[in-house]
Protein backbone atom coordinates (compact mmCIF):
# COMPACT_ATOMS: atom_id res chain seq x y z
CA UNK A 1 0.00 0.00 0.00
CA UNK A 2 1.51 3.35 -1.13
CA UNK A 3 2.40 6.20 2.05
CA UNK A 4 -0.43 8.47 0.13
CA UNK A 5 -3.17 5.99 0.76
CA UNK A 6 -2.15 4.80 4.49
CA UNK A 7 -1.86 8.70 5.30
CA UNK A 8 -5.14 8.95 3.53
CA UNK A 9 -6.66 6.23 5.95
CA UNK A 10 -4.89 7.26 8.79
CA UNK A 11 -6.19 10.79 8.47
CA UNK A 12 -10.14 9.01 7.51
CA UNK A 13 -9.44 7.48 10.90
CA UNK A 14 -8.26 10.84 12.94
CA UNK A 15 -11.32 12.64 11.14
CA UNK A 16 -13.93 10.16 11.87
CA UNK A 17 -13.22 10.38 15.76
CA UNK A 18 -12.97 14.07 15.83
CA UNK A 19 -15.71 14.77 13.50
CA UNK A 20 -18.76 12.88 16.01
CA UNK A 21 -17.42 14.62 18.92
CA UNK A 22 -17.34 17.70 17.89
CA UNK A 23 -20.50 16.88 16.03
CA UNK A 24 -22.23 16.12 19.61
CA UNK A 25 -21.32 19.35 21.03
CA UNK A 26 -24.48 21.27 19.25
CA UNK A 27 -26.71 17.88 17.19
CA UNK A 28 -28.21 17.54 20.64
CA UNK A 29 -29.89 21.00 21.09
CA UNK A 30 -32.67 20.89 18.51
CA UNK A 31 -33.74 17.10 19.95
CA UNK A 32 -34.16 18.46 23.17
CA UNK A 33 -37.87 19.63 23.41
CA UNK A 34 -38.36 15.84 22.44
CA UNK A 35 -36.40 14.41 25.01
CA UNK A 36 -38.64 16.61 27.51
CA UNK A 37 -41.67 14.91 25.84
CA UNK A 38 -40.17 11.35 26.15
CA UNK A 39 -38.63 11.55 30.01
CA UNK A 40 -40.68 14.46 31.52
CA UNK A 41 -38.83 16.89 33.36
CA UNK A 42 -38.27 20.25 33.69
CA UNK A 43 -36.55 22.25 31.12
CA UNK A 44 -33.95 22.88 33.55
CA UNK A 45 -33.29 19.12 34.06
CA UNK A 46 -33.33 18.06 30.51
CA UNK A 47 -30.84 21.22 29.93
CA UNK A 48 -28.10 18.73 31.44
CA UNK A 49 -28.49 16.52 28.78
CA UNK A 50 -26.21 19.14 27.03
CA UNK A 51 -24.44 20.54 29.79
CA UNK A 52 -23.18 17.66 31.52
CA UNK A 53 -21.06 17.40 28.11
CA UNK A 54 -20.21 20.36 27.63
CA UNK A 55 -19.03 20.55 31.17
CA UNK A 56 -17.23 17.08 31.02
CA UNK A 57 -15.14 18.60 27.88
CA UNK A 58 -14.06 21.20 29.35
CA UNK A 59 -12.97 19.51 32.58
CA UNK A 60 -11.04 16.97 31.23
CA UNK A 61 -9.78 18.36 28.15
CA UNK A 62 -5.95 19.36 29.26
CA UNK A 63 -5.84 16.59 31.28
CA UNK A 64 -6.26 14.14 28.40
CA UNK A 65 -4.02 15.98 26.20
CA UNK A 66 -1.00 15.85 28.74
CA UNK A 67 -1.71 11.63 29.61
CA UNK A 68 -2.00 11.20 25.83
CA UNK A 69 1.32 13.21 25.36
CA UNK A 70 3.33 10.47 28.62
CA UNK A 71 1.58 7.39 27.24
CA UNK A 72 1.03 7.55 23.99
CA UNK A 73 -1.50 9.18 21.55
CA UNK A 74 -2.85 6.54 19.69
CA UNK A 75 -3.75 4.38 22.73
CA UNK A 76 -5.49 7.28 24.39
CA UNK A 77 -7.08 8.03 20.67
CA UNK A 78 -8.39 4.38 20.62
CA UNK A 79 -9.91 4.48 24.04
CA UNK A 80 -11.11 7.77 23.71
CA UNK A 81 -13.15 7.10 20.77
CA UNK A 82 -14.09 3.16 22.52
CA UNK A 83 -15.58 5.12 25.49
CA UNK A 84 -17.59 7.26 22.87
CA UNK A 85 -18.80 4.67 20.69
CA UNK A 86 -19.96 2.54 23.73
CA UNK A 87 -21.73 5.58 25.73
CA UNK A 88 -23.47 6.47 22.30
CA UNK A 89 -24.77 3.31 21.83
CA UNK A 90 -26.10 2.86 25.47
CA UNK A 91 -27.18 6.60 25.76
CA UNK A 92 -29.78 5.37 22.59
CA UNK A 93 -31.00 2.86 24.95
CA UNK A 94 -31.35 4.96 27.75
CA UNK A 95 -35.01 3.97 30.03
CA UNK A 96 -35.03 7.47 31.99
CA UNK A 97 -33.54 10.71 32.07
CA UNK A 98 -30.67 10.40 35.01
CA UNK A 99 -29.29 7.75 32.98
CA UNK A 100 -29.08 9.81 29.82
CA UNK A 101 -27.34 12.65 31.67
CA UNK A 102 -24.74 10.17 33.12
CA UNK A 103 -23.83 8.67 29.81
CA UNK A 104 -23.35 12.59 28.38
CA UNK A 105 -21.10 13.07 31.24
CA UNK A 106 -19.45 10.46 30.19
CA UNK A 107 -19.26 11.35 25.84
CA UNK A 108 -17.66 14.39 27.16
CA UNK A 109 -15.17 12.90 29.42
CA UNK A 110 -14.19 10.61 26.04
CA UNK A 111 -15.05 13.89 22.94
CA UNK A 112 -12.38 15.79 25.58
CA UNK A 113 -9.85 12.82 25.19
CA UNK A 114 -10.39 12.26 21.24
CA UNK A 115 -10.28 15.98 20.49
CA UNK A 116 -7.10 17.68 21.51
CA UNK A 117 -5.27 14.06 20.39
CA UNK A 118 -5.98 14.76 16.58
CA UNK A 119 -3.94 17.57 16.21
CA UNK A 120 -0.35 15.87 17.36
CA UNK A 121 -1.98 12.93 15.87
CA UNK A 122 -2.20 14.35 12.28
CA UNK A 123 1.36 16.45 12.56
CA UNK A 124 3.47 13.14 13.10
CA UNK A 125 1.22 11.46 10.16
CA UNK A 126 2.16 14.09 7.48
CA UNK A 127 5.45 15.76 6.64
CA UNK A 128 5.86 19.31 8.05
CA UNK A 129 5.05 21.25 4.18
CA UNK A 130 1.72 19.91 4.19
CA UNK A 131 0.92 20.75 8.10
CA UNK A 132 -0.86 24.07 6.53
CA UNK A 133 -2.94 22.55 4.34
CA UNK A 134 -3.80 19.27 6.78
CA UNK A 135 -4.55 21.45 9.56
CA UNK A 136 -6.85 23.84 6.88
CA UNK A 137 -8.84 20.79 6.36
CA UNK A 138 -9.12 19.78 10.07
CA UNK A 139 -10.91 23.65 10.86
CA UNK A 140 -13.20 22.78 7.64
CA UNK A 141 -14.28 19.67 9.63
CA UNK A 142 -14.73 21.65 12.66
CA UNK A 143 -16.84 24.16 11.37
CA UNK A 144 -18.82 21.75 9.54
CA UNK A 145 -19.52 19.29 12.77
CA UNK A 146 -20.37 22.61 15.04
CA UNK A 147 -22.82 24.03 12.53
CA UNK A 148 -24.21 20.95 10.63
CA UNK A 149 -25.09 19.61 14.03
CA UNK A 150 -28.36 21.45 14.39
CA UNK A 151 -29.47 20.30 11.13
CA UNK A 152 -28.54 17.06 11.11
CA UNK A 153 -29.90 16.78 14.59
CA UNK A 154 -33.53 18.15 13.52
CA UNK A 155 -33.42 15.44 10.52
CA UNK A 156 -32.83 12.54 12.74
CA UNK A 157 -34.88 13.78 15.53
CA UNK A 158 -37.71 14.25 12.63
CA UNK A 159 -37.46 11.15 10.10
CA UNK A 160 -35.92 8.93 12.99
CA UNK A 161 -36.42 9.09 16.46
CA UNK A 162 -33.44 11.08 18.76
CA UNK A 163 -32.49 7.97 19.78
CA UNK A 164 -30.53 8.23 16.48
CA UNK A 165 -28.93 11.09 17.44
CA UNK A 166 -26.46 8.47 19.38
CA UNK A 167 -26.68 6.01 17.53
CA UNK A 168 -25.60 7.29 14.48
CA UNK A 169 -21.88 7.55 16.00
CA UNK A 170 -21.48 3.52 16.74
CA UNK A 171 -20.34 3.08 12.79
CA UNK A 172 -18.60 6.33 12.85
CA UNK A 173 -16.62 4.99 15.54
CA UNK A 174 -16.09 1.53 14.79
CA UNK A 175 -14.98 2.57 11.66
CA UNK A 176 -12.58 4.55 13.46
CA UNK A 177 -10.96 2.95 15.34
CA UNK A 178 -10.39 -0.51 12.98
CA UNK A 179 -8.45 2.35 10.78
CA UNK A 180 -6.81 4.01 13.63
CA UNK A 181 -5.57 0.08 14.69
CA UNK A 182 -4.44 -0.31 11.00
CA UNK A 183 -3.07 2.93 10.10
CA UNK A 184 -1.81 4.91 12.68
CA UNK A 185 1.66 5.19 14.47
CA UNK A 186 2.10 5.47 17.93
CA UNK A 187 3.81 8.69 19.08
CA UNK A 188 4.15 10.55 22.45
CA UNK A 189 6.54 13.04 23.80
CA UNK A 190 9.38 11.66 25.05
CA UNK A 191 10.25 14.58 27.30
CA UNK A 192 7.30 14.33 29.30
CA UNK A 193 8.13 11.13 32.06
CA UNK A 194 5.48 8.76 33.09
CA UNK A 195 4.71 10.34 36.66
CA UNK A 196 1.32 11.71 36.49
CA UNK A 197 1.18 15.43 37.47
CA UNK A 198 -1.72 14.70 40.17
CA UNK A 199 -1.58 18.18 41.99
CA UNK A 200 -1.59 19.50 38.32
CA UNK A 201 -4.74 17.47 37.62
CA UNK A 202 -6.18 18.67 40.72
CA UNK A 203 -5.98 22.19 39.73
CA UNK A 204 -7.05 22.25 36.64
CA UNK A 205 -10.28 19.97 36.79
CA UNK A 206 -11.16 21.59 40.08
CA UNK A 207 -10.41 25.32 38.38
CA UNK A 208 -12.21 24.57 35.01
CA UNK A 209 -15.19 22.63 36.47
CA UNK A 210 -16.15 25.76 39.22
CA UNK A 211 -15.77 28.13 36.57
CA UNK A 212 -17.46 25.97 33.76
CA UNK A 213 -20.53 25.21 36.65
CA UNK A 214 -20.89 28.85 37.43
CA UNK A 215 -20.88 30.14 33.62
CA UNK A 216 -23.58 27.27 32.83
CA UNK A 217 -25.73 28.06 35.97
CA UNK A 218 -25.46 31.95 36.30
CA UNK A 219 -29.12 32.10 34.54
CA UNK A 220 -30.25 30.45 37.30
CA UNK A 221 -28.28 32.08 39.96
CA UNK A 222 -27.63 36.05 38.54
CA UNK A 223 -24.27 37.41 38.01
CA UNK A 224 -24.43 38.66 41.50
CA UNK A 225 -25.39 36.28 43.56
CA UNK A 226 -23.50 34.31 46.64
CA UNK A 227 -23.33 31.35 44.97
CA UNK A 228 -22.08 32.62 41.81
CA UNK A 229 -19.41 34.68 43.07
CA UNK A 230 -18.32 31.94 45.33
CA UNK A 231 -18.33 29.06 42.26
CA UNK A 232 -16.17 31.98 40.47
CA UNK A 233 -13.91 32.27 43.28
CA UNK A 234 -13.40 28.68 44.31
CA UNK A 235 -12.49 28.23 40.34
CA UNK A 236 -9.92 30.74 40.93
CA UNK A 237 -8.53 29.78 43.59
CA UNK A 238 -8.17 25.88 41.89
CA UNK A 239 -6.64 27.58 38.82
CA UNK A 240 -3.81 29.42 41.32
CA UNK A 241 -3.10 25.98 43.08
CA UNK A 242 -2.18 24.74 39.30
CA UNK A 243 -0.11 27.33 38.61
CA UNK A 244 1.73 26.52 41.58
CA UNK A 245 1.98 23.42 41.45
CA UNK A 246 3.45 23.91 37.60
CA UNK A 247 5.96 26.12 39.06
CA UNK A 248 7.09 23.71 41.50
CA UNK A 249 6.48 20.09 39.59
CA UNK A 250 9.47 18.66 38.38
CA UNK A 251 7.24 17.54 35.52
CA UNK A 252 4.83 19.55 34.81
CA UNK A 253 1.41 19.13 33.07
CA UNK A 254 1.75 22.30 31.20
CA UNK A 255 5.28 23.70 30.60
CA UNK A 256 4.89 27.31 31.84
CA UNK A 257 7.80 28.25 29.15
CA UNK A 258 5.03 27.89 26.54
CA UNK A 259 3.18 30.54 28.14
CA UNK A 260 6.09 32.90 27.16
CA UNK A 261 5.69 32.56 24.09
CA UNK A 262 3.66 35.48 22.67
CA UNK A 263 2.05 33.91 19.62
CA UNK A 264 1.13 30.89 21.71
CA UNK A 265 -0.69 33.13 23.88
CA UNK A 266 -2.33 35.43 21.21
CA UNK A 267 -3.70 32.38 19.73
CA UNK A 268 -4.76 30.79 23.01
CA UNK A 269 -7.04 34.38 23.24
CA UNK A 270 -8.03 34.20 20.07
CA UNK A 271 -9.94 30.76 20.19
CA UNK A 272 -11.85 31.98 23.13
CA UNK A 273 -13.31 35.03 21.64
CA UNK A 274 -13.53 32.61 18.41
CA UNK A 275 -15.31 29.91 20.38
CA UNK A 276 -17.49 32.75 22.24
CA UNK A 277 -18.76 34.36 18.31
CA UNK A 278 -19.42 30.84 16.89
CA UNK A 279 -22.03 30.39 19.80
CA UNK A 280 -23.17 33.26 20.06
CA UNK A 281 -23.86 33.48 16.05
CA UNK A 282 -25.62 30.52 16.28
CA UNK A 283 -27.60 31.00 19.40
CA UNK A 284 -29.38 34.24 18.62
CA UNK A 285 -29.53 33.50 15.00
CA UNK A 286 -31.47 29.95 15.86
CA UNK A 287 -33.77 32.19 18.67
CA UNK A 288 -34.09 34.59 16.29
CA UNK A 289 -35.38 32.68 13.55
CA UNK A 290 -37.50 30.42 15.64
CA UNK A 291 -38.97 32.79 17.69
CA UNK A 292 -38.94 36.53 15.95
CA UNK A 293 -39.27 34.87 12.00
CA UNK A 294 -41.57 31.94 12.99
CA UNK A 295 -39.63 29.15 11.54
CA UNK A 296 -39.53 25.67 12.39
CA UNK A 297 -36.98 23.89 14.43
CA UNK A 298 -35.69 22.09 11.42
CA UNK A 299 -35.84 24.74 9.30
CA UNK A 300 -33.62 26.55 11.60
CA UNK A 301 -30.94 24.28 11.85
CA UNK A 302 -30.79 24.09 7.89
CA UNK A 303 -30.41 27.41 7.84
CA UNK A 304 -28.05 27.51 10.24
CA UNK A 305 -26.22 24.90 8.02
CA UNK A 306 -24.80 27.69 5.91
CA UNK A 307 -21.90 28.86 8.10
CA UNK A 308 -20.64 25.16 7.49
CA UNK A 309 -20.65 25.69 3.42
CA UNK A 310 -19.00 29.48 4.14
CA UNK A 311 -16.42 27.67 6.64
CA UNK A 312 -15.80 25.00 4.01
CA UNK A 313 -15.25 27.36 1.14
CA UNK A 314 -12.22 29.35 3.08
CA UNK A 315 -10.97 26.59 5.72
CA UNK A 316 -9.26 24.44 2.91
CA UNK A 317 -7.45 27.46 1.33
CA UNK A 318 -6.32 29.64 4.54
CA UNK A 319 -4.60 26.67 6.15
CA UNK A 320 -2.17 26.44 3.56
CA UNK A 321 -2.11 30.16 2.69
CA UNK A 322 -1.00 31.04 6.33
CA UNK A 323 1.81 28.35 6.26
CA UNK A 324 3.18 31.29 3.24
CA UNK A 325 2.11 34.14 3.97
CA UNK A 326 1.61 34.34 7.92
CA UNK A 327 -1.25 33.65 10.29
CA UNK A 328 -2.01 36.83 11.83
CA UNK A 329 -3.51 38.52 8.17
CA UNK A 330 -5.78 35.79 7.32
CA UNK A 331 -6.98 35.29 11.63
CA UNK A 332 -7.52 39.46 11.61
CA UNK A 333 -9.60 39.06 8.38
CA UNK A 334 -11.21 36.02 9.45
CA UNK A 335 -12.52 38.13 12.85
CA UNK A 336 -13.17 41.14 10.88
CA UNK A 337 -15.53 39.11 8.69
CA UNK A 338 -17.48 37.43 11.48
CA UNK A 339 -17.88 40.57 13.61
CA UNK A 340 -19.17 42.44 10.12
CA UNK A 341 -21.42 39.35 9.38
CA UNK A 342 -22.90 39.33 13.59
CA UNK A 343 -23.34 43.67 12.80
CA UNK A 344 -25.39 42.87 9.99
CA UNK A 345 -27.23 40.27 11.62
CA UNK A 346 -28.60 43.75 13.99
CA UNK A 347 -30.47 44.86 10.51
CA UNK A 348 -32.91 41.99 10.04
CA UNK A 349 -36.42 42.07 11.07
CA UNK A 350 -39.43 40.01 11.55
CA UNK A 351 -40.05 40.45 7.60
CA UNK A 352 -36.59 40.05 6.80
CA UNK A 353 -35.98 36.81 4.24
CA UNK A 354 -34.23 33.52 4.97
CA UNK A 355 -32.15 34.64 2.07
CA UNK A 356 -30.49 37.23 4.08
CA UNK A 357 -30.10 35.72 6.83
CA UNK A 358 -28.70 32.97 4.95
CA UNK A 359 -26.20 34.97 3.31
CA UNK A 360 -25.25 36.45 6.43
CA UNK A 361 -24.51 33.25 7.96
CA UNK A 362 -22.17 32.19 5.13
CA UNK A 363 -20.15 35.61 5.69
CA UNK A 364 -20.10 34.46 9.03
CA UNK A 365 -18.87 30.69 8.07
CA UNK A 366 -16.05 32.09 5.89
CA UNK A 367 -14.87 34.25 8.58
CA UNK A 368 -14.60 31.18 10.68
CA UNK A 369 -12.59 29.13 7.67
CA UNK A 370 -10.35 32.36 7.45
CA UNK A 371 -9.71 32.44 11.44
CA UNK A 372 -9.74 28.90 12.58
CA UNK A 373 -6.90 26.94 11.07
CA UNK A 374 -4.14 29.80 10.71
CA UNK A 375 -5.25 30.17 14.74
CA UNK A 376 -4.41 26.90 15.32
CA UNK A 377 -1.88 26.27 12.50
CA UNK A 378 0.18 28.75 14.55
CA UNK A 379 -0.32 28.11 18.02
CA UNK A 380 1.29 24.41 17.09
CA UNK A 381 4.26 25.68 15.07
CA UNK A 382 5.07 28.29 17.40
CA UNK A 383 6.02 25.46 20.53
CA UNK A 384 8.65 23.02 20.28
CA UNK A 385 7.70 19.32 18.35
CA UNK A 386 7.44 17.20 21.30
CA UNK A 387 4.64 20.21 22.94
CA UNK A 388 2.14 19.78 20.14
CA UNK A 389 -0.36 17.63 21.98
CA UNK A 390 -0.71 19.68 25.02
CA UNK A 391 -0.63 23.31 22.80
CA UNK A 392 -3.82 21.64 21.11
CA UNK A 393 -5.02 20.72 24.34
CA UNK A 394 -4.42 24.71 26.11
CA UNK A 395 -6.23 26.06 22.43
CA UNK A 396 -9.07 23.31 22.38
CA UNK A 397 -9.58 24.35 26.24
CA UNK A 398 -9.92 27.82 25.24
CA UNK A 399 -12.38 27.41 22.87
CA UNK A 400 -14.64 24.96 24.69
CA UNK A 401 -14.38 27.91 27.57
CA UNK A 402 -14.97 30.67 24.93
CA UNK A 403 -18.06 28.94 23.98
CA UNK A 404 -19.40 28.27 27.73
CA UNK A 405 -18.71 31.59 28.35
CA UNK A 406 -20.04 33.24 25.52
CA UNK A 407 -23.30 31.65 26.09
CA UNK A 408 -23.65 32.95 29.32
CA UNK A 409 -22.97 36.60 28.50
CA UNK A 410 -24.99 36.50 25.77
CA UNK A 411 -28.11 35.36 26.93
CA UNK A 412 -27.85 37.61 29.88
CA UNK A 413 -27.36 40.36 27.61
CA UNK A 414 -30.54 39.52 25.36
CA UNK A 415 -32.81 38.66 28.60
CA UNK A 416 -31.97 42.54 29.73
CA UNK A 417 -32.73 44.04 26.36
CA UNK A 418 -35.73 41.75 25.92
CA UNK A 419 -37.26 43.21 29.17
CA UNK A 420 -36.28 46.56 28.59
CA UNK A 421 -37.77 46.54 24.89
CA UNK A 422 -41.06 44.75 26.20
CA UNK A 423 -41.48 47.71 28.95
CA UNK A 424 -40.82 50.62 26.64
CA UNK A 425 -43.19 49.04 23.95
CA UNK A 426 -45.52 48.40 26.08
CA UNK A 427 -45.87 51.88 27.20
CA UNK A 428 -45.19 53.72 24.20
CA UNK A 429 -47.72 51.18 21.52
CA UNK A 430 -49.73 49.38 23.81
CA UNK A 431 -52.79 51.60 22.70
CA UNK A 432 -52.18 51.64 18.76
CA UNK A 433 -50.59 47.99 18.17
CA UNK A 434 -52.23 44.47 19.27
CA UNK A 435 -50.05 42.87 22.26
CA UNK A 436 -48.77 40.38 20.26
CA UNK A 437 -46.98 42.70 17.36
CA UNK A 438 -45.67 44.65 20.35
CA UNK A 439 -44.13 41.63 21.54
CA UNK A 440 -42.27 40.56 18.46
CA UNK A 441 -41.15 44.31 17.44
CA UNK A 442 -39.97 44.41 21.24
CA UNK A 443 -38.13 41.06 20.37
CA UNK A 444 -37.18 42.05 17.07
CA UNK A 445 -35.17 45.42 18.59
CA UNK A 446 -34.06 43.48 21.69
CA UNK A 447 -32.06 41.12 19.17
CA UNK A 448 -30.78 43.95 17.08
CA UNK A 449 -29.18 45.50 20.38
CA UNK A 450 -27.84 41.81 21.20
CA UNK A 451 -26.15 41.35 17.82
CA UNK A 452 -24.67 44.66 17.46
CA UNK A 453 -23.11 43.55 21.55
CA UNK A 454 -22.00 40.52 19.58
CA UNK A 455 -20.28 41.77 17.42
CA UNK A 456 -18.09 44.46 19.80
CA UNK A 457 -16.97 41.38 21.74
CA UNK A 458 -14.81 40.13 18.64
CA UNK A 459 -13.13 43.27 19.17
CA UNK A 460 -10.17 41.99 21.19
CA UNK A 461 -10.14 39.06 19.35
CA UNK A 462 -8.92 40.57 16.65
CA UNK A 463 -6.19 42.34 18.20
CA UNK A 464 -4.86 39.19 19.66
CA UNK A 465 -5.24 37.83 15.69
CA UNK A 466 -2.55 40.05 14.81
CA UNK A 467 -0.22 39.02 16.91
CA UNK A 468 -0.13 35.41 16.84
CA UNK A 469 1.90 35.51 13.36
CA UNK A 470 4.36 32.34 14.18
CA UNK A 471 6.83 34.31 11.68
CA UNK A 472 7.71 37.04 14.06
CA UNK A 473 8.15 34.09 17.00
CA UNK A 474 9.41 30.80 15.85
CA UNK A 475 9.49 27.76 17.54
CA UNK A 476 10.45 28.18 20.98
CA UNK A 477 12.56 25.91 23.50
CA UNK A 478 11.22 23.95 27.02
Known sequence: MGIRTRRALSFTAIVLGFFMALLDTTIINIALPEMTRHFGGSVSQVSWVMNGYNLAFAVFILTASRLADQFGRKKVFLIGVALFTLSSLLAGFSTSLGMLIALRVIQGLAGAVIVPVTIPLTTTTFPKEMHGLIIGIWGAISGVAAASGPALGGILTQKLSWEWIFFVNVPLGLLSIVLTAIFIKESRDNTAGRSIDYGGVLGITGGMFF?????????????????????????VLFVVFFFITQYKGKEPMLPLSLLRIRAFNSTSVSMIILGAALMNVSLLTSFYLTRVMGVSELKAGLVLSMMAVGSIASSAISGPLSTKYGSSRFAAAGMVLIGGATYSMSGLHAGSTLGAVMLRLALAGLGVGLSMAPVMSSAIRVVPEDKVGIASGVTNMAKSLGSVLGVAVIVTVLQHNTAGQLRAASSANIRVI?????????????????????????????????????????????
Open 211 to 235: ITYALIKVQDYGWSSRIFLALLAAG
Open 434 to 478: PGADVQQQAAADAFSQTYKFASYLILPGIAAALFSDERRQRRGSV
